[in-house]
C-alpha cells in the first residue's frame, strides 16, 4: 500500500510537503515518484525518484520542486516551494517494483490566496 498525505491550502508563493510511505509487499521499489492530475485533464508525471537516488522533474516544476526518499521508511516526499495557481491538482505517488505499478489515493493541493 501507499498512504499519501500533505496536501492542503497554500498561498501563491508557499511551500508544500508531500509524503508517501509504502508499506506491506512494496519493499525497496526501484523507483517512487508523483504525479498529479487536474479534474478533466489527463494525469501528469511531476517528479521521479530512482533507488539509486536519481532524479527526474517535468519542466513546469524544475527548480521550484525536489523529491527525495527515505529509503529506511519506505517514504518518498515532494518538496514543493514557490507553489503557483496552476499547480493546484489532486497529487498521487506511485512505485514501481517488479514491473508492478502500485498508485497512492490523492491528496488535494490547492494554491490559492
Known amino acids: 500500500q501507499l498512504q499519501a498525505s500533505g496536501g492542503g491550502l497554500v498561498q501563491p508563493g508557499g511551500s508544500l510537503r508531500l509524503s508517501c510511505a509504502a508499506s506491506?509487499?512494496?519493499?525497496?521499489?526501484?523507483?517512487m515518484g508523483w504525479y498529479r492530475q487536474v479534474q478533466g485533464k489527463q494525469r501528469e508525471s511531476v517528479a521521479l525518484?530512482?533507488?539509486?537516488?536519481?532524479?527526474k522533474y517535468a519542466d513546469s516544476v524544475k527548480g521550484r520542486f525536489t523529491i527525495s526518499r527515505d529509503n529506511a521508511k519506505n517514504t518518498v516526499y515532494l518538496h514543493m516551494g514557490s507553489l503557483k495557481p496552476e499547480d493546484t491538482a489532486v497529487y498521487y505517488c506511485?512505485?514501481?517494483?517488479?514491473?508492478?505499478?502500485?498508485w497512492g489515493q490523492g491528496t488535494l493541493v490547492t494554491v490559492s490566496s
Open positions: 506511485n512505485a514501481v517494483l517488479g514491473g508492478v505499478v502500485y
Open positions: 506491506g509487499s512494496i519493499v525497496s521499489p526501484n523507483a
Open positions: 525518484i530512482t533507488s539509486g537516488g536519481s532524479t
